[in-house]
């Protein structure tokens, strides 16, 4: 039976510190306060070492807090009877899936967490073979994983999350091992869900490309937050991107330095196809 919280996952106050921390100048995580809504797509960025691990880890019940609490579907993440039903709102894929996948078939991985469940057979079949085929894994169901390539993998990956019926993907670098067409595979496949079947995300990215399409974007730096809101504005602030040793995207770098050359162009500019436009608008009027 789903809380029909107002959010799908909330912060409060929220603070981690791992043993032996005390030692650090900073906590892996403080003060953090965060709802995330149903079916929000949100993009976690921030350098090295700034707790966006950390914080998919306490969403999905692998850590629990030091101070303050996070709320699941109105579920505390503490609550010992709750942890199965937590980490299954909130399925999470890691960099590496070579970690993620355990089975000898693609089938049996994708089943893996429905066999956890003690479904019937019946049941769990037809819930493997819907998600292969909403993924488009059908032809691989009876291949080895460690036979796949990257993006293949990563998908299967999704696939065993996606079996649970999750509320919540949580994807850690998802696409950090793989090459551009398989990133720009599994970025389609989390892409799709999120807008057909409204499932929320939260993508973890050191690619400021991938973060584009987020409906917001929050920017960790020493376990703290330090900036949220909507691409066009965390993106283009490239003082703010560039004093935390982060990138933006081309466009955004490009527009910066044509903008330092003289160039008017509006501000706000994250795609490539809208400053090659507004380039195009400038030189027509020149
Ligand atoms: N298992 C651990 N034990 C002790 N300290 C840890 C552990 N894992 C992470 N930390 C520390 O907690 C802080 C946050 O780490 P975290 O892995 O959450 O950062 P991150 O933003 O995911 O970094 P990256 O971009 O490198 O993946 C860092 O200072 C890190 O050294
Ligand atoms: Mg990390």
Redesign the pocket.
């Known amino acids: 039976m789903v809380n029909r919280s107002e959010f799908m996952i909330e912060a409060r106050e929220l603070a981690y510190y ?4 005390e030692k ?1 100048s ?1 906590p ?2 403080s003060g953090i306060n965060l709802a995330v809504s149903r079916g929000e797509y949100l993009a976690l960025i ?10 998919l ?1 306490l969403f999905n019940a692998l850590l629990a807090p030091c101070e303050g609490e996070v709320l699941v579907e109105g579920i505390s993440t503490v609550d010992e009877n709750k942890i199965a039903e937590v980490r299954r709102y909130c399925g999470m894929i890691f960099q590496n899936p070579d970690n993620q996948l355990v089975a000898t078939t693609v089938e049996e991985d994708i089943a893996f967490g429905l066999e956890n469940m003690a479904l019937p057979s019946a049941e769990i079949q037809n819930k493997v073979i819907a998600v292969a085929h909403l993924l488009g894994l059908e032809h691989l169901l009876h291949q080895p994983p460690h036979l796949l390539s990257g993006g293949e993998k990563q998908r299967v990956a999704i696939a065993g999350v996606l079996a649970m019926q999750p509320h919540c993907i949580l994807m ?2 998802p696409t950090a091992m793989l090459d551009f067409t398989g990133r720009r595979d599994v970025i389609e496949t989390v892409r799709g869900l999120n807008r057909d079947q409204g499932i929320a995300v939260i993508h ?1 990215t ?1 690619f400021p490309e991938e973060a584009v399409y987020a409906d917001r974007i929050i920017i ?1 730096n020493q ?1 703290r937050l330090v900036m949220q809101g909507p691409p066009e504005i965390v993106l283009s602030d490239v003082s703010l991107l560039h004093s935390l040793g982060l990138q933006g995207p081309a466009a955004v770098e490009l527009a910066a330095l044509l903008r330092e050359d003289g160039f008017d162009l509006p501000p706000q500019l994250i795609h490539c196809r809208e400053l090659v436009h507004s380039l195009c608008s400038l030189e027509r009027k020149s």
């Open positions: 791992y043993p032996g921390e650090n900073f892996a995580l921030g350098p090295n070492g700034s707790g966006k691990t950390t914080l880890k850690d670098e973890v050191h960790l376990g």
